[in-house]
């Protein structure tokens, strides 16, 4: 049973920064699975904002966050991160972890966490 718990959400002044986690558990933390972060801001639609392949660390980011937001991994702690810097209002959101099998990371994934909320005010 795949499981992904995040953590690390809060409020935070414009400018500011915090740094998401994400913990997977139930399979294999290799590099035939991808991570991604997402988002979805009241009455939006969810959005991509960066995906990572474990073990592997291939990267993708969003247009919309590039050079404000990272997303890294620590393969000893088998943890996923969404390092994000230079927080604006429009950043509010309930973030969510993602995980999916592959090799190549899109932004189409199987497994979701329960998310975290992000308010920049």
């Known amino acids: 049973h795949v499981q992904l718990v995040e953590s690390g959400g809060g409020s935070v002044q414009a400018g500011g920064s915090l740094r998401l986690s994400c913990v997977p558990s139930?399979?294999?933390?290799?590099?035939?699975?991808?991570m991604g972060w997402f988002r979805q801001a009241p009455g939006k639609e969810r959005e991509g904002v960066a995906t990572?392949?474990?073990?592997?660390?291939?990267?993708a980011v969003a247009d919309s966050v590039k050079g404000r937001f990272s997303i890294s991994q620590d393969n000893a702690k088998n943890t996923v991160y969404l390092q994000m810097n230079s927080l604006k209002a429009e950043d509010t959101a309930t973030y969510f972890c993602?995980?999916?099998?592959?090799?190549?990371?899109?932004?189409?994934?199987?497994?979701w966490g329960q998310g975290t909320q992000v308010t920049v005010s």
């Open positions: 993602a995980a999916r099998p592959g090799h190549v990371c899109s932004w189409d994934y199987n497994y």
């Open positions: 139930g399979y294999t933390y290799d590099r035939s699975v991808c």
């Open positions: 990572i392949l474990a073990g592997g660390g291939s990267t």
